[in-house]
Every structure is written in structure tokens, then in C-alpha cells.
């Protein structure tokens, strides 16, 4: 008996050990969730149960194993990952300080892909790559980035600082700083030059396709009512 308390009071040190180590390192990560995520409830909420935080911390381990040469360790460790939370990060990424991925599942970062800081992805969200070329073939990803739930950006391609991918969309071309995308080929509109919220609404992202539309639709009736 004494042996099993000895070993529940281990577990429960490595535990809180755990728990401290982890809101130390990703302090910055923890507080995007709060920022950004209303449900939830508490800091330490986001650490224990949140699968976007643990697939980055076991991340940052196979990224620092990838960077030493040890490509196998590495990617088992991220295949760990994957089993545990459905969120697929190769440990080539390189994936800026901020990082919240709500919900999570059904994510995949490829292994050239670059996330600058404070990205905020949605489940289902894919940065992968195109071509069999040993080179740059995955996205960069600028800061303050808002990527819609299931939006594939695919290639070696930019997306700027402070833009919005809308849900479902697939960018397959450079996208310009300010800028919101929609569709499926991605089509680009600008929101008047100005950094959008990442608390935008999904319901009121602009369709360049409609913009169009609606300027059409004024011409005719300004024609019509001459």
C-alpha cells in the first residue's frame, strides 16, 4: 500500500511539474486561447485539455529533434502527437510564438511550412505542399493570420501579415497583406487597406465575387433610371 501512494504521489509531482513547466514555456500560447477562444474557462482549463497546446509542446520536442539530425525520433514523436490530439505538425515546420488552433482536428502542417506569430487556425485547416522537389514547397503563413475552419492553402506561396482565410477556401496563390480570401480558387479581396479582427465574424467576410455584382447591378440601374 505504501508503494501505490508512493507511486499516485509521484505522478501526481509529475503532474503539477508538468502543468508549471508548460504555462512557463507557452505563456504566449496559453494567453492567445484565452484571448481568443470564449469558452474557455481558465488558464489552467487551456493547459490540461486543450489538444492545440499539447500538439505544439510535443511540436517544439520533435522540432528541436529534427533540427539535430534525428529525423526519426522526431517524426514518431509527432506521430504521437497526432494519435493523441488529430493534429498533424511535421517537425521541419517552423511555427512562429502565438499559435492557438481551435479544436484542432483534422489539422496538417507540412514540413516546409512557416507560421509566423499570433496565427490563429481553425479545425480542419491543411498547409501542405505540391511538387516531390527537396525544396520550399509549403506555405508561409505572415503574423496575425486568421486561416478558416477546412481552407487548404496549398504550395509554396505567401500569405500576408494581418490577412483572412475564409472557411473551406483553397489559396494556391500569394496573398497580399490586409486581405481576405473566399472560394474555391481563392479570391482575394481587400478589406479597405485595413487590418481585419480576429474576431471577425464568418458570416460577414466579403465576397469579391458579390462586390462585383452589386457594382454591376448599381451601373444598371443608374443606366436604367436615365
Known sequence: MD???????ALIAILVLKTVLV?????????????????????????LLYQGLHALVVYRLAHRLYRMRLYLPARYLSQVARFFTGIEIHPGAKIGRGLFIDHGMGVVIGETAVI??????YQGVTLGGTGL???????TIGNNVVIGAGAKVLG??????????????????????????????????KQDGKKID?????????????????????????????
Open 3 to 9: 508503494i501505490l501512494w508512493m507511486i499516485i504521489l
Open 23 to 47: 504555462s512557463v514555456i507557452f505563456y504566449c500560447e496559453i494567453k492567445s486561447a484565452q484571448k481568443r477562444d470564449p469558452a474557455a474557462k481558465s488558464f489552467l482549463e487551456i493547459v
Open 116 to 121: 509566423g506569430e499570433n496565427v490563429l487556425l
Open 156 to 189: 509554396n506561396i505567401i500569405v500576408g501579415d494581418n490577412s483572412y482565410i475564409g472557411a473551406n477556401a483553397v489559396v494556391i496563390k500569394d496573398v497580399p497583406v490586409n486581405s481576405t480570401v473566399v472560394g474555391v480558387p481563392g479570391r482575394v479581396t
Open 198 to 226: 480576429v474576431a471577425l465574424d464568418h458570416s460577414h467576410v466579403l465576397d469579391p465575387i458579390m462586390q462585383n455584382i452589386e457594382e454591376l447591378q448599381k451601373r444598371i440601374d443608374k443606366i436604367e433610371n436615365k
Open 133 to 139: 522537389a527537396h525544396e520550399k514547397r509549403h506555405p
